[in-house]
């Protein structure tokens, strides 16, 4: 299937243990992660209980903790890491020249 890269920011812009937000479309972000270990990952970044922005919330391990009620989600699987059930998508993230991209599906893109 086709697939968009989606152009986050330099690099060198996304220090370890942060992360930022890119918007895709209207009503849609993503946020972007790094570990303090230097892992990238991308998920959606509204949380699923109610809304709040994931990429302003602690990054704990591999882990980020929501800013509003302090639900935990795995950055690698997008799981809540406190109980089952609620969820985030993940995206798959690349470095290519100094950037990082998010990559999606085309069918992802059109939603
Ligand atoms: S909005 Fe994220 S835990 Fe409530």
Same mark, same amino acid.
């Given at each position: 299937m086709p697939t968009t890269r989606l152009?986050?920011?330099?690099?060198?812009?996304?220090?370890?243990?942060?992360?930022?937000?890119?918007?895709v479309q209207?009503?849609w972000?993503?946020?972007?992660?790094?570990?303090?270990?230097?892992? /990238? +990952?991308?998920?959606?970044?509204?949380?699923?209980?109610?809304?709040?922005? @994931?990429?302003? =919330? $602690?990054? *704990?391990?591999?882990?980020?903790?929501?800013? /509003? +009620?302090?639900?935990?989600?795995?950055?690698?699987?997008?799981?809540?890491? @406190?109980?089952? =059930? $609620?969820? *985030?998508e993940?995206y798959p993230?690349?470095?290519?020249?100094?950037?990082?991209?998010v990559l999606l599906e085309e069918e992802d893109a059109d939603e």
């Amino acid at each position: 299937m086709p697939t968009t890269r989606l152009r986050v920011c330099a690099e060198s812009e996304l220090a370890a243990g942060t992360g930022r937000r890119v918007l895709v479309q209207p009503g849609w972000e993503i946020g972007v992660f790094r570990t303090r270990e230097g892992a /990238l +990952h991308a998920i959606d970044n509204a949380c699923p209980h109610a809304g709040a922005p @994931l990429h302003n =919330g $602690p990054i *704990v391990g591999g882990d980020v903790v929501c800013p /509003l +009620h302090l639900w935990s989600f795995s950055l690698t699987t997008g799981k809540c890491t @406190l109980f089952e =059930g $609620p969820e *985030v998508e993940v995206y798959p993230i690349e470095v290519d020249a100094g950037y990082i991209y998010v990559l999606l599906e085309e069918e992802d893109a059109d939603e």
